[in-house]
Each structure stands twice: as structure tokens, then as C-alpha cells.
Nanobody, 110 residues
């Protein structure tokens, strides 16, 4: 069974940076496509950062990366804006299998 645990969410001022982490526990991390989603209050969950195509709203500011030796995926977020405020979720997908983490809160406010 795969488990995903996000961390790194925090309150940050506009223009600041954060790095989110997602620790993957289970087998065969390397075969999973990893992504980050986010959900703001009153809005639908949206895809933020797959490895191939970032959401327009975060292009040039967010970077997804993975460390296969540590079974961890990261989301580096720079130049944060108030509209980036949301719960950020890690997602792992391989074929018909899909897993979600519990989410980590990111709040961008002065």
C-alpha cells in the first residue's frame, strides 16, 4: 500500500518562497508519475505541476522535482502570490493506481 505525506506548508509573505515535500512510502516509487495539485477555499482542485506541463498560473515560479533515492517529490515555489493560497496535495499515479496525500496548507499573506 502506498502512502503519501506532504510537509512544508506555512504562512509566507507575498514574494516569498517555500519548498513542499512529499514522502512516498511503499514499493516501486520510480514507476509512479508524481504531481502536485492544490485546492483553494470554494474552488475545485486543480493540477499545478506535473513533470511535463505546469499550470499557466505557476509557470516560471514553481518547479517540481523528485529524488528517487529518497522516495520524495518536491515543489519549489518562488515569488508566491496571495492567489497561491491553498491546500497542496501530492498525487502518485501508475496505471490504474492512484494515491493522494492528506495535503499541506500554504497561506500567502502580508
Amino acid at each position: 500500500q502506498v502512502q503519501l505525506v506532504e510537509s512544508g506548508g506555512d504562512l509566507v509573505q507575498p514574494g516569498g518562497s517555500l519548498r513542499l515535500s512529499c514522502a512516498f512510502s511503499g514499493n516501486m516509487f520510480i514507476i509512479y508519475a508524481m504531481a502536485w495539485y492544490r485546492q483553494a477555499p470554494g474552488k475545485q482542485r486543480e493540477l499545478v505541476a506535473p513533470s511535463t506541463n505546469y499550470a499557466d498560473s505557476v509557470k516560471g515560479r514553481f518547479t517540481i522535482s523528485r529524488d528517487n533515492a529518497k522516495n520524495t517529490v518536491y515543489l519549489q515555489m518562488n515569488n508566491l502570490k496571495p492567489e497561491d493560497t491553498a491546500v497542496y496535495y501530492c498525487n502518485a499515479r501508475a496505471g490504474s493506481k492512484e494515491y493522494w496525500g492528506q495535503g499541506t496548507q500554504v497561506t500567502v499573506s502580508s
